[in-house]
C-alpha cells in the first residue's frame, strides 16, 4: 500500500527468531497464486507458523498471542521486531508483499538479506537496520511490556525505544527515503519527472 513516510509510532510485534526465511514468511505454494491482493498475502504471512495443516491458529505463534494478535488496521503493531538475517533464502517477492499486506510498515532487525531488503523497500515497508545491543534491548522492552511503543523518524533517519531513550540512526538510500515519503514508486517517480525529461529531450 502506497503510505507517505513520515514518523511512525507504533508498538511491535516481537520475532525472536535468527534466519528466517523467505519461505517461512510466505510458503512457496503460494507463488502459485495469479492474485497481487494485498489482503491475499497478509493473510498468509507465516503461514506455516501461524496455522496448522487444518488451517487452525497455532496459539502459541506470537500474531496469534492475546498481546500480538490485534492487527496493524486497528492503529498498533505497525512494526515487526525480528531476529538476524531476516529474508534470507529465496529472492521471491511475495514475502514483502505478505510483510506489506498484513499491515507491517516497519522491520527492524540487526541485518537483512539484501534483495529482501530491497523488495521490502520497492513496496513500502521499511527495513531498519540497528545494532544487535539495540536490537535484544527492544525485544527485551517487549517482553516486559508489550504495549511499548518504538518510534522511527524517517526524516531524520533515527529509531527510538521510547520505555528507554535510547537511539540509533539508521541508513536509507537517497532515492528511497524520497519515494517513500513521497509515496511513490518507481514509475510514479519518473512520471514526476516528466516535464523535466521532455525539456531535455527538446533541448537535443
Not at 81 to 90: E, L
Not at 98 to 115: L, T
Not at 155 to 181: A, D, W
Request: aromatic letters at 12%; hydrophobic letters at 40%.
Amino acid at each position: 500500500m502506497k503510505q507517505k513516510f513520515d514518523v511512525i509510532e507504533s508498538s511491535c510485534v516481537p520475532l525472536p527468531l535468527e534466519n528466517v526465511d523467505t519461505d517461512q514468511i510466505i510458503p512457496a505454494r503460494f507463488l502459485k497464486a495469479t492474485t497481487r491482493d494485498e489482503k491475499f498475502f497478509g493473510d498468509n504471512l507465516f503461514r506455516d507458523w501461524r496455522f496448522d495443516p487444518q488451517g487452525q491458529p497455532r496459539k502459541d505463534f506470537v500474531l496469534n498471542t492475546p498481546d500480538f494478535s490485534a492487527a496493524p488496521s486497528e492503529g498498533v503493531h505497525q512494526i515487526l521486531v525480528a531476529g538476524k538475517n531476516f529474508g534470507s533464502g529465496s529472492s521471491r517477492e511475495h514475502a514483502a508483499w505478505a510483510i506489506a499486506g498484513y499491515g507491517f510498515r516497519v522491520v527492524i532487525s540487526s541485518f537483512f538479506a539484501d534483495i529482501h531488503k530491497n523488495n521490502e523497500l520497492n513496496n513500502f515497508v521499511l527495513p531498519v537496520v540497528v545494532s544487535e545491543a539495540f536490537l535484544a534491548e527492544l525485544f527485551e522492552t517487549i517482553s516486559k511490556d508489550p504495549q511499548a511503543k518504538v518510534r522511527v523518524d524517517v526524516p531524520n533517519q533515527k529509531v527510538t525505544n521510547l520505555s528507554t531513550g535510547r537511539c540509533e540512526s539508521f541508513e536509507i538510500n537517497g532515492y528511497k527515503k524520497y519515494c517513500l515519503m513521497n509515496a511513490l514508486d518507481d514509475i510514479d517517480y519518473l512520471l514526476e519527472q516528466k516535464a523535466k525529461i521532455e525539456a531535455f529531450e527538446a533541448g537535443r
